[in-house]
Nanobody, 120 residues
Framework: QVQLVESGGGLVQPGGSLRLSCAASGKIFSINDMGWYRQAPGKQRELVATITSGSNTNYAHSVKGRFTISRDNAKNTVYLQMASLKPEDTAVYYC??????????????WGQGTQVTVSS
């Protein structure tokens, strides 16, 4: 089994910054793409940012220029640095990883989510 554990959420004022972390552990042969998604109340889960094993990145238009995704392959960890936060960034943030658990098995795993609230 593989577990993804997120940390770093909280309450921040508009214009502030937060850094989310997500560490993967368990039966891991390698990790391909990793990413962050978010879900606001009453809305569908949406992609925030993704990063490949080679560190190629992709961002939602709404966060481009404000959020930065990065990863530490040695630690099986992905980060999301969020700056210039807006009230509309308020959501539960989930990390996702496409994990290779043996030579022929790949599976997508999700973290439990961490709340980010942007409010004055």
């Amino acid at each position: 089994q593989v577990q993804l554990v997120e940390s770093g959420g909280g309450l921040v004022q508009p214009g502030g910054s937060l850094r989310l972390s997500c560490a993967a552990s368990g039966k891991i042969f390698s990790i391909n793409d990793m990413g962050w998604y978010r879900q606001a109340p009453g809305k569908q889960r949406e992609l925030v940012a993704t990063i490949t094993s080679g560190s190629n990145t992709n961002y939602a238009h709404s966060v481009k220029g404000r959020f930065t995704i990065s990863r530490d392959n040695a630690k099986n960890t992905v980060y999301l640095q969020m700056a210039s936060l807006k009230p509309e960034d308020t959501a539960v943030y989930y990390c996702n990883a496409l994990v290779q658990t043996d030579l022929s098995t790949y599976r997508s795993y999700w973290g439990q989510g961490t709340q980010v609230t942007v409010s004055s």
